[in-house]
């Protein structure tokens, strides 16, 4: 990594606290909603449920919606409902990833399926989403609903389409990007457009918003990519090597696959197809990742996005809201440093 | 069981077939939105969607919906789109419900997650619960999205409190009817909510053929969970003595429990606990079941729930429709002889 990667903007690293004090207000009447609609008469749900979602989450997809709201200067609450609606369906994927995924640890903690089981999370994620929708619709407004509902079914093909692609070393780019346009930014996407849709401003507003949360959203996930080999537990939550072992295809192995001698691309083909899962093959897979420069580019083509995140907001004039926001974007890449 | 128990509105046995008859045209129509829109760029996802939607299920639900839209004189095509929804909700909680349980066969196939895994099995459940929801928000009626998204919420609830219960010989028969009422019958009540709904019927039809609903809904219920200590897998498409292996708790082992003496209840506590699940621990349930009248009467039960179904369409004048809702209700009670 080179100094021509830092970012220029800002003294202090990004980070998302000028997005975190812009929306805090909002954000309690969000966690309200969230509190409120995770009860259950049967106690197992909000037990559940709660261990994720008080655990420490960013909750950074309401947090966008918040944040798109506060530009365009909307004053009222309906977002509320919205945002809380968007944090159930990413707690609802959470939930089934970590089933799908067999994963143990999210956010530094136990994974619900690890402590409650598999079906018990299958079923709680149900839920959530059930009531994801039970809360757009009391909102009433059917074009969010048909923003996200859509949404929805675009994250779940992305799932099913990065089952398929795993232990397969022949996915290429133009496939990744697919999947994760579909399994991450299609949210984050939709969590921005709500909130033009709500303040009933322009349709330029909206596909710009739109423009803006998938850009990000793709920025989010390669710098993700890179923290899950670059990162240490501590500062992930999360075991690092994690897509390593389950031979998940990311772009820092996509590349350094593709710039691979013969006999690193045969230690790929192994590793992926899941027959060098060892600590040692991981710290082998890191040196790689290091000397073919995959992890330095995956970051460069996370900064790519992220501007053209930031190129989205153009239209908006200069507020406190599009900085949070722009730095939102910066931080999207400065994390994975 | 006494031939006081057999029903008598009929010569041949009640069957599903005026029904099937009565609405054959309107389900192409169904059939037809199914097959499109389980479609996907992602192979997966039709491949397995089509192996439990084309597996050859009654299609009940969107059955209910036709017969419904029908009793009322619809002239309209609407129906179609939310019969299809409500087949892909029901679709989706089979396939979750296959997960959680560990199920190896359904209507006398494999299952998608013996097939595919657990995590495809999983993945394609969200895709065509977000499908349902795109359907339903194309449709447009927010009243139908409200119904439906309250039904799957209440869905999920019910299978959640199914999995507490699971294993539990207190369970009492309040709590289970609380439980299959969520699971199973809050859909067949929200399928047959759905047409008065779009056929712009009084609020008296809605709630009518929400009673109507529901009632079916738990009948099928109480007379599945006899066939599943009483029939053959040739009959039945699944393993007799699945809730028994899997310690569920359903009405006729809670009234066989209540009624035996402390070495019978010794044994359920067993069972139910896991203990005791050979074929000849199953052999001796269904003695027991047998010799307390646990099967006989929760047939009984089922018949009561019918004649309540029955009696919810009491405001309706005589129809085909009508007459085909009817020997539904009695196929409900009667499959389980």
Chains 1, 2 share one sequence.
């Not at 954000?27 to 655990?55: D, F, T, W």
């Not at 040196?287 to 970051?299: K, P, R, V």
């Amino acid at each position: 990594m080179t100094a021509t990667i830092l970012p220029l903007s800002t003294q202090r690293p990004p980070s998302l606290d000028p997005m975190m004090a812009l929306v805090a207000g909002d954000m309690n009447g969000v966690n309200a909603v969230i509190l409120e609609r995770m009860q259950s008469k049967v106690a197992l749900i909000p037990e559940l449920a709660g261990h994720l979602i008080a655990g420490g989450g960013k909750r950074m997809r309401p947090m966008l919606t918040l944040a798109c709201a506060a530009l365009l200067g909307y004053p009222g609450t309906r977002h509320h409902k919205l945002a809380a609606a968007v944090e159930f369906i990413h707690t609802a994927t959470l939930l089934h990833d970590d089933v799908v995924d067999g994963s143990g640890m999210r956010r530094g903690k136990r994974t619900a399926n690890l402590i409650w089981g598999n079906p018990a999370s299958v079923l709680v994620g149900d839920f959530l989403f059930s009531r994801a929708f039970e809360l757009m619709v009391e909102d009433g407004s059917l074009r969010v609903l048909r923003i996200l509902s859509h949404a929805s079914a675009v994250i779940a093909e992305g799932e099913v389409d990065q089952l398929t692609a795993q232990r397969r070393i022949e996915t290429d780019e133009d496939h990744y990007l697919e999947i994760i346009t579909a399994k991450t930014a299609a949210l984050f996407a939709a969590a921005c457009r709500v909130s033009p849709v709500v303040a009933e401003a322009s349709e330029d507003a909206e596909f710009g918003l739109e423009c803006f949360g998938r850009n990000l959203g793709i920025a989010f996930q390669l710098s993700d990519d890179v923290i899950d080999y670059a990162s240490d537990a501590a500062t992930m939550g999360k075991g690092v090597g994690d897509d390593f072992r389950d031979g998940k295809m990311t772009l820092p192995v996509i590349l350094a696959y593709a710039r691979g001698g013969e006999q690193d691309r045969a230690f790929w083909r192994a590793a992926i197809g899941g027959e060098r899962i060892s600590d040692d093959d991981l710290a082998q897979a890191i040196d790689l990742l290091g000397e073919t420069g995959a992890l330095a580019d995956t970051i460069e083509w996370a900064r790519q996005y992220a501007r053209r995140a930031i190129d989205a907001l153009g239209m908006f004039p200069a507020s406190k809201a599009k900085a949070a926001l722009t730095e939102a974007a910066e931080f999207a890449v400065a994390r994975a440093y």
